[in-house]
């Protein structure tokens, strides 16, 4: 039986830090709609996936999708991993300096995480991650 584990989060919170730590899985990090053939392939021959999307973090979208992978394997296990709603610390580490940062994209994510928060919540009874902060991924 396949497991798929999405993490949900919004921009700069730690999510693709967290992924390059799973080992022997599918990831899709971000653009996930155009990847859902992929998806589907994978959970039919069994392997272990792991999702990050932001559009996750509204309830409807987490329905809508959970809905789609039972009627393509029915006995999936769908996880979930939640990274905390706080705007203010995920738009610090939006405009912090990276070396892989595009030029604008540091507001282009304030912009998706002011229109993501609102709506931002939690599956029932999962743990809720802290948001990492500058410097505290460097020193693991």
Request: hydrophobic share 40%; with cysteine.
């Amino acid at each position: 039986m396949a497991t798929v584990t999405f993490i949900l989060g919004l921009c700069g919170s730690g999510k693709t830090h967290l992924v390059k730590q799973i080992a022997d899985v599918l990831v899709i990090d971000e653009s996930f709609f155009a990847r859902k053939n992929e998806l589907r392939a994978a959970i039919r021959a069994g392997k272990n996936c792991v999702i990050t999307e932001i559009a996750f973090c509204r309830e409807d979208k987490r329905e809508e999708i959970v809905r789609e992978l039972l009627a393509c394997v029915p006995d999936i296990e769908v996880k979930w991993v939640c990274f905390e709603n706080d705007l203010a610390k995920a738009n610090t580490n939006c405009r912090r300096e990276r070396k892989d940062k595009e030029p604008g994209s540091a507001e282009a994510h304030v912009a998706i995480n002011e229109s993501y928060s609102p709506f931002y919540t939690y599956p029932s009874g999962e743990e809720i991650l802290p948001i990492w902060t500058p410097g505290e991924l460097e020193n693991k």
